[in-house]
């Protein structure tokens, strides 16, 4: 294999899009929303070649900052509801698949209940993840607001939004970067 060129992600995601063939497509906020941080990316796209024109993020959200919040808290309310701390290895790690596994349905369906069965308490059914989350999930709009101000845009001038990264198929992360840009 030749390798020809290295291009950034923000770059290949926007390229993934086809953004470099549209017609009108000059400013490209790329958001990327994966398993450990939060990338945003302003792109400006001139004679079919983008050029990066600022970047910010946090590199302390991402999907599994979710995860965690929520297994915390699941592992609070399973002491205070039934006086047991979860010590069992198999336990805790249906917690966090579950925990998982309801995030991912969240791409799919607006709500996600996370259902455990465990050893030493039974089956319970807990559901508040997007409000467990909401100050994470709010936090998202930070980087996109210092990225715009270091590219000299307004959030009108920007003519396409690119979401990259599994967490970006949260109903709650596609509705807050939607809402941000009107």
Do not use: C
Not at 68 to 90: A, P, S, W
């Amino acid at each position: 294999m030749e390798v020809r060129r290295v291009i950034s992600e923000p770059t290949a995601a926007a390229l993934a899009y086809g953004l470099h063939k549209k017609k009108g497509v000059e400013s490209v906020v790329v958001v990327d929303l994966g398993g450990g941080t939060l990338d945003v990316s302003v792109l400006w796209l001139q004679g079919g070649v983008f050029v990066t024109q600022a970047m910010a993020g946090n590199n302390r959200l991402g999907g599994q900052d979710f995860n965690d919040r929520v297994q915390k808290h699941v592992l609070q309310l399973l002491k205070y509801k039934f006086g047991k701390d979860v010590q069992d290895k198999e336990d805790l790690q249906q917690i966090r698949l579950e925990i998982e596994k309801a995030k991912i349905r969240l791409t799919s369906y607006p709500k996600a209940d996370i259902v455990l069965n465990l050893k030493g308490i039974g089956k319970w059914v807990y559901e508040e993840f997007e409000y467990l989350n909401e100050d994470l999930l709010k936090a998202i709009e930070l980087p996109i607001t210092a990225a715009l101000a270091d590219a000299n845009l307004r959030r009108k001038d920007v003519d396409e939004i690119v979401l990259v990264g599994g967490s970006t198929r949260i109903p709650k992360v596609r509705q807050i970067v939607g809402h941000y840009f009107g």
